[in-house]
């Protein structure tokens, strides 16, 4: 079992940044790839982004491109989420997910979920 952390979210103004962090534990492993997602009141889990296991494989979804960065340090098994010029529209709980090696955009195809941690933008 792998049991992930956020922490990180907050409340901040639209155009202010925020940086989330992952911590995993249990029977972590490096070569887990790993997601955050997000969801906004009444509407599905979303993908945001992701990393495969060494880092060298980033996706993210169309509307956060420029403006997130995914990053991992595998020494201290944490994944980060950096978040700049945050806009409303970014509100929502963020979680982090992991699966064996291989990035994913499907959440269907996470093993493992952190219980989230609430973003809020205001305009």
């Known amino acids: 079992q792998v049991q992930l952390h956020e922490s990180g979210g907050g409340l901040v103004q639209a155009g202010g940044s925020l940086r989330l962090s992952c911590a995993a534990s249990g029977r972590t492993s490096s070569r887990h790839a790993m997601g955050w997602f997000r969801q906004a009141p009444g509407k599905e889990r979303e993908f945001v982004a992701a990393t495969s296991w060494n880092g060298g494989i980033v996706q993210y979804t169309d509307s956060v491109k420029g403006r997130f960065t995914i990053s991992r340090d595998n020494a201290l098994n944490t994944v980060y989420l950096q978040m700049n010029s945050l806009k409303p529209e970014d509100t929502g709980v963020y979680y982090c997910?992991?699966?064996?090696?291989?990035?994913?955009?499907?959440?269907?195809?996470?093993?493992?979920w952190g219980q989230g941690t609430q973003v809020t933008v205001s305009s």
């Open positions: 997910a992991a699966r064996a090696l291989v990035v994913s955009v499907a959440r269907y195809d996470y093993n493992y």
